[in-house]
């Protein structure tokens, strides 16, 4: 599978997945996710260091936005709001890395996503929830790879492509409830531009383990046979595996 700096064409920009990653974008990321940096990180970092210091570079980071044109196409939309999103949050990470202790740090990031999670998009989580309840055949096949329309479907409806860019099943067992998703290069690290982030000469990989592994996995915690989902980021290469389990209803 290519890797998203190498997609291009009308089905890559303009295609179904496109559009479903914009809105998500806009709907998931904008409006949910990004206030924890100016709504909880920021004041947390005024209280712990120098306000006007703390200001000041936030504001500089600001300065790196992505504008978001009328004329770009649904994809560019996407990536310039995931972009901008992790360029903010990996600066407000690496700085409350400086200030508390890894397990307070870790509390104060994979918590707050967690608890906002909870407040603002119930719907979400149980839309993915709801996805897992597959009926579980006797005698069912073991682990296969998807292919043909099931393949296609993937391709066209991946309700979590908005976050990872790219993916392709690499293994699927309903009578088991299990299911592995390849992700040769994860839009969290690539979205923004290397020259824009807080330390250009890294991956964004704070946000990688904890906003996006840290919280999910906190979130889709398999328990009482809910969604339970587990993250294997191969830094500091960009790509990752995501396994997915669930309790598998019988016919």
């Not at 920009?13 to 206030?35: C, E, L, R, T």
């Not at 940096?37 to 006007?52: G, H």
């Not at 979130?219 to 960009?238: A, I, N, S, V, W």
Request: aromatic share 12%.
């Amino acid at each position: 599978m290519a890797t998203i700096a190498q997609q291009s064409g009308f089905l890559w920009n303009y295609g179904p997945q496109a559009w479903i990653d914009m809105f998500m974008s806009k709907k998931m990321i904008v409006k949910q996710a990004w206030p924890v940096v100016s709504f909880t990180y920021l004041p947390i970092l005024r209280m712990t260091a120098d306000p006007e210091k703390i200001d000041h570079d936030y504001k500089a980071i600001r300065a790196r936005r992505e504008q978001v044109r009328w004329f770009d196409s649904p994809r560019e939309r996407w990536r310039k709001r995931y972009g901008n999103f992790v360029r903010e949050a990996e600066w407000a990470l690496l700085e409350l890395r400086k200030h508390f202790t890894p397990a307070q740090y870790e509390e104060i990031v994979v918590g707050t996503c967690v608890a906002l999670a909870h407040e603002n998009s119930s719907s979400f989580l149980e839309m993915m929830n709801r996805m897992t309840k597959t009926k579980a055949k006797p005698g069912a096949a073991g682990p296969t790879k998807p292919e043909g329309l099931q393949k296609l479907a993937f391709d066209m409806f991946n309700p979590a492509g908005f976050l990872t860019g790219p993916a392709e099943i690499a293994e699927f067992d309903a009578a088991n409830g299990t299911m592995v998703m390849e992700v040769p290069d994860c839009a969290w690290h690539v979205c923004a531009k290397a020259e824009t982030l807080p330390n250009p000469y890294a991956l964004p990989e704070q946000g990688c383990l904890l906003i996006c592994k840290g919280a999910f996995e906190a979130l889709f915690d398999g328990k009482d046979g809910r969604l339970g989902m587990e993250f294997e980021p191969h830094l500091p290469d960009t790509s990752c595996t995501v396994r997915m389990r669930w309790k598998a209803q019988e016919s």
